[in-house]
């Protein structure tokens, strides 16, 4: 109440406030800077919230990938005994990965470019918004999972071939 009082103060010289009304005056400066202030403070919430999911994205793939490879070490290490070398099993697990990163990139990019699209054409019904798709940050996106999918593929197979075939053939799974 005391900033509405500070910023737009209550005239009552007029023959409004006799009638019972109340009237304020508006200074566009102050109303802008107050405007701006809200902006900047939805801004910081919103990237916030998307640095947020983005990190926990990132930690899901991170987790099914190493999990996935670590549980089936029992199964690498039979295909090994059985006469697979370290080259086909490197050669399998990218090509896999490679599946993986597949199945998440073409439903996920085309939902990212449809989704958009159609608020688009909503919000376009009031305000003449052009839509663009944002080239760079697609494909710096998908350049980036593409890294971290293979470079976590990459660390997990190294610690593949440390192991000993015989105690991971050995190893119950509990």
């Known amino acids: 109440r005391s900033v509405m009082d ?12 006799e009638q019972g009304y109340t009237v304020r005056i508006a ?3 102050a109303m802008i800077k107050m ?15 998307v ?7 990132f930690t899901s793939v991170i987790s099914t990938l190493t999990t996935n490879i670590r ?4 199964e690498f290490a039979v295909l090994k005994s059985v006469g697979m070398t370290n080259k086909s099993l490197c050669r399998m697990l990218y090509s896999e990965s490679i599946f993986c990163v597949l199945n998440a990139l073409v439903p996920g ?18 305000f003449p ?23 976590i593929t990459r660390t997990e197979i190294h610690k593949l071939r440390d192991k000993s075939i015989i ?8």
């Not at 640095?51 to 994205?57: A, H, K, S, T, V």
């Open 6 to 17: 500070e910023y737009f103060p209550i005239v009552a010289e007029d023959s409004y406030v």
């Open 27 to 29: 200074r566009t400066d």
């Open 35 to 49: 405007l701006n202030i809200a902006i900047v403070l939805a801004e910081i919430v919103m990237y916030g919230f």
């Open 51 to 57: 640095i947020l999911l983005i990190l926990m994205g």
């Open 71 to 74: 549980i089936r070490s029992r």
């Open 109 to 126: 990019v085309i939902l990212g470019i449809a989704i958009p699209f159609l608020i688009n054409l909503s919000i376009r019904k009031a």
């Open 129 to 151: 918004v052009l839509y663009h798709i944002p080239w760079t940050a697609l494909f710096g996106g998908i350049f980036v999972l593409i890294g971290i999918v293979f470079s």
């Open 167 to 174: 105690d991971e053939i050995r190893m119950d799974i509990v």
